[in-house]
């Protein structure tokens, strides 16, 4: 579990957010909302990305896997090269390419850079990336912020179940915008609003 006391975040003065408590489960919650209102600078602020003005955070051991908004691929790296990047054994490189191959990338698209690949595409790289990150690293923490960004429905449920496999055990903070992608994680969701009025447990 992960828990959140006081946590307090405000820019130039003006208070942006300021949460009492919040318990998090292992497992996925979706954290939904207006654009603007906090919600990724809340998951930044967990994984220890970004500090809060106040309050206290329980619950992150090891390294946490992050999956951005932005696809975030090295211009320089095939695809497959921006996942073997963050790998350290055989092991995970050969997860990288069954994943990849899962997400009908063929051996041309894996050769590919990121300028030759469509946006939907280079998303589904990020993702492989962030779950082979998490293969080696045993952190107790994830977060993917608009995780699905570019995809087509049949993508995103396969990319769901990669997800659902393999961040299994962790604490993960799904934030979204897209009440279809909160089921397709078991449809434990949280308006962000609610999280400032009154102590909220998940």
Same mark, same amino acid.
Do not use: W
């Given at each position: ?27 996925? !919650?979706?954290?939904?909302? *207006? ?9 930044? &602020? ?5 500090? *809060? ?7 992150? =051991? ?20 921006? &996942? ?8 995970? /490189? ?17 050769? /590919? ?14 993702? $492989?990336?962030?779950?082979?990150? *998490? ?9 993917? =912020? ?5 995809? =087509? ?6 990319? *769901?179940? &990669? ?7 962790? !604490? $993960? ?16 969701? $949280? ?12």
């Amino acid at each position: 579990m992960v828990q959140l006391e006081n946590v307090r975040k405000s820019f130039s003065k003006k208070l942006l957010f300021e949460i009492p408590l919040l318990s998090l489960d292992s497992g996925f !919650t979706c954290l939904t909302g *207006a654009s603007g209102c906090g919600k990724t600078t809340l998951g930044r &602020i967990i994984c220890g990305l970004e500090k *809060a003005d106040s309050g206290k955070i329980h619950g992150i =051991d090891g390294a946490s896997v992050v999956l951005f908004q932005e696809s975030r691929l090295l211009p320089s790296l095939t695809a497959y090269a921006n &996942i073997t990047a963050v790998c350290r054994t055989d092991e995970a /490189k050969r997860l990288g390419r069954e994943l990849l191959t899962r997400l009908l990338f063929t051996d041309e698209d894996m050769n /590919k850079r990121p300028h030759e690949l469509s946006g939907g595409m280079e998303r589904r790289v990020a993702i $492989v990336r962030a779950v082979v990150f *998490a293969f080696e690293n045993k952190g107790s923490f994830a977060l993917l =912020d608009e995780p699905f960004t570019g995809l =087509d429905p049949d993508t995103r449920r396969i990319a *769901a179940d &990669i997800l659902k496999e393999r961040l299994d055990g962790r !604490t $993960v903070l799904v934030i979204t915008h897209d009440d279809e992608e909160c089921e397709l994680f078991g449809g434990n969701a $949280v308006e962000f609003s609610s999280l400032l009025a009154s102590n909220t447990e998940i």
